[in-house]
């Protein structure tokens, strides 16, 4: 399941597909299940929220630089474990799917929700591209918010601060 959502962002970076996009400058995003989020200057927003799927919301940057945004009940096997679970899964289907090796490069703890941890990975796929990827997760009471980010090796500087700043602008209603 967490290969098909990467595969939605990726798309939506590649393809410029999604629903109700804007640019522009500095904006927010609002979902109506609780909390806002501030949008990088110049990000094309698609706004997932009139389904009450996993997707909330892709926030992109020139087809190039993408986080996808997702909210969940917080299962109740605890955050710590919620983590490695999702961890688990997400290299698994990284590189079953694209092949290549995902090496964890760090782990922080983002200023964001009850609970938060971003980690973040160098990913060489078998067709030779490299990829900065992030993962992040914030807790907020009983609701978990996912956020996975990606963009080419070289761009990793931008991204990485791209990413963190949508991260730590969570602000639960």
């Known amino acids: 399941m967490m ?95 694209w092949g290549g090796s995902l090496t964890e490069t760090e782990r922080i703890t983002p200023d964001a929700g009850d609970e938060a941890l971003t980690v973040r990975f160098r990913f060489s796929r078998d067709d030779g591209s490299e990829w900065y990827l992030q993962y992040s997760l914030v807790r907020k009471d009983d609701r978990l918010l996912m956020f996975q980010g990606g963009c080419s090796w070289p761009d990793r500087e931008e991204g990485m601060q791209a990413f963190d700043n949508v991260v730590e602008s969570v602000r639960f209603q």
């Open 3 to 97: 290969i098909v959502l990467l595969w939605i962002l990726i798309l939506a970076l590649l393809g410029g597909c999604g629903g109700d996009s804007s640019s522009g400058g500095e904006t927010g995003f609002t979902d109506p299940a609780g909390y806002s989020l501030e949008v990088p200057e110049g990000w094309m927003v698609s706004d997932e929220t009139a389904g009450d799927g996993l997707i909330r919301a892709d926030f992109s940057r020139d087809e190039e630089m993408g986080i996808q945004v997702r909210l969940s009940s917080m299962p109740a096997a605890g955050f710590s474990s919620t983590v490695r679970s999702a961890l688990d899964d997400y290299r698994r289907d990284m590189t079953g799917h």
